[in-house]
């Protein structure tokens, strides 16, 4: 099977689709649920549409756009990502995923190919998390991994619920219809950039993804005493942003103990309250993001950052609240589905490597409803999350046919 | 001479001032040129001229609200400070010195005073740094230190300057006829709240301060190499969070290294971007505020404070960007002004002990001009710039009494 994607389309697609973002270009600022999150998704629908899908979508928004299978009693097989980007992030982490299955989709028809079993492509709400501090807000409620009521109970800097969001944004369905069953999809495989610098530095097209790393979330607050940066003496004071930047050292010093380059732990927000050149802060909030392939060392990786706050905050006299808001178990690949993308890969003569996603995906919670796979391409300077992440049109394209082979594949399978 | 110091009224105008304030009570939030600043200005302005005082505004916003002398011919004597608030303060810094000087005036008029000389009452603009970053703005320009042309180079964090930022507030007067002339007064005396620990300390209702500490301020950037949480190796990062949080710390140690208690350094703020949960910072901004009684030891902190700035940044791969916004020399207050304020203290009948100013103020600058001096009054727990912040009716009335004796002293002296 000869398939004619078409990489000047996908590119011009992606290009469109970073127009719709809240800073200016090349950043790309996509917050769920914002006027700029809603016009994108309205762009992607009119595509998804055009292509002959049918769509549906949730009470969270997570959208459904089906290519009906010969046999449309047979469990679907999907594919899909997400379409929102952190603050000044950049046009590829997602978005490859989605328009990039569309385009799967596409060269699949324009070949020829009647899938046995439904495709569906997903778009995913909210896999970053920015607006309400749990990353996979759309898959882990797909997986039932939040509930509604835990839904609920999330809430943005504005205390905006989730639901009230959503249904700000337009998406009324009930949440309670939103979890899958398990078997719900017979398969799920994500396209997406590696984020890492392992293809590029190996010269590999494709990376075939055997397992997601374990995250975990903190969230710290430290309450000191504040004061007149002038008058109060160095002696006694309780400076909340000095414990937290020793917090911050110690957090990297404990992923660096591990002695292995998969336990990774950044601190990526830190404030602090009043925010004045000639006020002692007495309150700093910090955020902690923890993760590593293997979930103990992760677990022991939390535990000793819980007790360096601790140390920390004793001894500075500041006092500590600590949150977990998440700590998810890893999820491996599907043997079956390695297999099969690897196979997609060799049929479409691009060499591909194993290797294992240290950023996690929306499929780490699909993987709790069904079996999951990955495609990775190569990420120029292993750069993500920032205005100069960059694949190229042709590595896009070769992840597209990578993709749509192994979804003809899976929607060939009678059972 | 019976001095009629109405303590209840000063604390219900005090009260009524906090009142203008853009966080809920007991925060009191008042930055210059805003809407809630103009409100309380106005306030002020209506009681100083209830007062019977002839009032003149430049084109920074600095207030001058006279009593006519016997001998107008004569250079008045001064008094006065500040209403703006860093966010989240208190209700006494600064408003104490303004309020408590109308309220000398008023208790001198009651008791019969004439002066010799004209009084006045000056209200700065600008003496916190929240805005423009540089603290007494209004009394750096009176002093000739900023000049116009400096104003102009001074940007908020929305770029506006302050000539636009003045005269969007109402304040038309041509900035080249700020600067007073030297000899423009005969005297200027500060009446402040302590924001230390020394007189509660000790017991004693009055400070007579002696020296003002040399402050100075620096601001950072520091640039590294952001990128995804999760997929950036540890080994490699170039975390601007992680070389802020060193230099925080290092500016702490540098303080403390001094051993005397006069030296005080202190990172107020710190910014980190993109300021997301899993993305690497790749910028820092932070402040630092250094302040020494010993000129030239403050001068070696800072020196030592760039030097661990520029350490850091080596090691970690991050450039940094330092630029020192001021670094003012100490004032020396009056030995006439403080014996003055001493014997003023004596025939009121309480007990008064020298002390150094860590925290700067008006004075500062007005010591450029002519002869200063300053009476402090205690604050509970040593605490300033904060909610707490707190000073009782009868020590603010106390300290009214104080610097309207020295007041009538001063006004008295015919050359």
């Not at 710290?220 to 937290?244: E, F, P």
């Not at 990774?264 to 602090?272: E, R």
């Not at 079956?336 to 240290?358: I, N």
């Not at 919670?365 to 750069?383: D, E, K, L, T, Y």
């Amino acid at each position: 099977m000869e398939l004619p994607v078409d990489a000047a389309r996908i590119s011009r697609e992606l290009d469109t689709l970073a127009g719709f973002t809240d800073d200016p270009a090349p950043a790309v600022t996509r917050v769920v649920y914002t006027p700029t999150d809603l016009k994108a998704r309205a762009y992607v629908r009119a595509l998804l549409r055009e292509a002959g899908l049918t769509l549906r979508e949730d009470g969270l928004g997570n959208l459904f756009a089906r290519w009906e299978g010969a046999r449309p009693e047979l469990s679907a097989v999907a594919t899909g990502s997400h379409l929102d980007a952190i603050p000044h992030a950049g046009r590829f982490d997602g978005t490859v995923g989605v328009l990039g299955a569309l385009e799967a989709f596409r060269a699949l028809r324009a070949a020829g190919f009647v899938p046995l079993r439904p495709l569906e492509l997903v778009v995913f709400t909210s896999e970053e998390p920015t607006r309400f501090g749990v990353g996979c807000l759309g898959s882990r409620a797909l997986a039932g991994v939040l509930t509604p009521e835990q839904l609920a109970a999330l809430r943005d800097a504005d205390g905006v619920s989730v639901p009230e969001a959503a249904r700000a944004a337009g998406f009324t369905a009930p949440l309670e219809a939103v979890a899958l069953r398990a078997g719900h999809f017979h398969a799920f495989v994500e396209l997406h950039i590696e984020q890492g610098p392992q293809l590029e530095a190996a010269g590999v097209p494709i990376g075939v993804v055997t397992a997601i790393a374990a995250p975990a979330t903190l969230h710290l607050t430290l309450t000191g005493s504040g004061g007149h940066a002038g008058a109060v003496l160095m002696r006694g004071r309780r400076d909340a942003l000095l414990a937290a930047a020793e917090v911050a050292l110690a957090v990297e010093a404990a992923a660096l103990a591990t002695e292995d380059p998969d336990t990774v732990a950044t601190v990526g927000i830190l404030d602090v309250h009043p925010r004045a050149v000639n006020a002692i802060p007495n309150r700093a909030f910090l955020t902690v993001d923890a993760r590593d392939t293997h979930e103990g060392r992760r677990d022991a990786l939390v535990a000793r950052i819980r007790a360096d706050v601790q140390e920390v905050a004793e001894r500075r006299g500041v006092a500590a609240e600590v949150v977990l808001v998440n700590a998810d178990p890893p999820a491996a690949c599907d043997p079956a589905l390695v297999a099969a993308a690897e196979r997609a890969a060799a049929a479409a003569g691009l060499p591909s490597q194993r290797l294992v996603s240290r950023a996690y995906h929306d499929t780490l919670f699909m993987a709790r409803v069904c079996r999951v796979g990955m495609v990775f391409i190569p990420s120029q300077g292993g750069v993500s999350h920032r205005p100069d992440e960059y694949s190229s049109p042709q590595e896009v394209a070769q992840g597209v046919e990578v993709l749509a082979r192994t979804l003809a594949a899976l929607a060939s399978e009678p059972d």
